[in-house]
């Protein structure tokens, strides 16, 4: 087992098969069809042009390096987080506060908000590889993938 030290930002425990990404997440573009802004919103990805293109975030340890597009962001996050098709955790290079406004806002209004861990380290996407199993801990930071 190999332990990272980040920085916890949304405290809480989350274990899942990660799914990893070099490349910047846009929650609002990659998880919403024009025709259906929030209701039913699905947790696959819908962006054409994201190499996760069609996974299913839903349960998975999301490793990705930052956060672009919309000021709606945290709304697809609580959306997803308050119908249960949230991911376990998410591991992220540089947590914004767009990103991290959906699982604050999740947590008060719902109790259902989701460790976040900010590491920027380059290492972490060498070590964790998709499908791995990865156990995140808001609350210290740590990251253990197995």
């Not at 920085?7 to 573009?29: C, E, Q, S, Y």
């Not at 919403?32 to 069609?54: C, F, M, S």
């Not at 380059?122 to 199993?133: A, C, H, P, Y």
Request: charged share 20%; proline share 4%.
């Amino acid at each position: 087992m190999t332990t990272f030290r980040g920085r916890g930002i949304i405290a809480g425990r989350g274990r899942g098969r990660a799914l990893v990404t070099t490349m910047p997440m846009n929650f609002t573009a990659a998880l919403t069809k024009p025709a259906n802004v929030l209701p039913n919103r699905r947790a696959e990805i819908q962006d054409r042009h994201h190499d996760l293109y069609g996974q299913n975030i839903k349960g998975s340890v999301l490793v990705f390096p930052s956060c672009i597009g919309s000021t709606y962001t945290g709304m697809v996050l609580l959306e997803l987080m308050a119908q249960g098709h949230a991911p376990a955790a998410m591991v992220v290079g540089e947590a914004d506060s767009l990103l991290v406004s959906g699982a604050v806002l999740a947590e008060v209004w719902f109790d259902r908000g989701i460790p976040i861990v900010e590491y920027d380290g380059g290492d972490l996407f060498e070590s964790i590889m998709t499908g791995v199993v990865v156990d995140v801990d808001g609350g210290t930071g740590e990251i253990k993938v197995d």
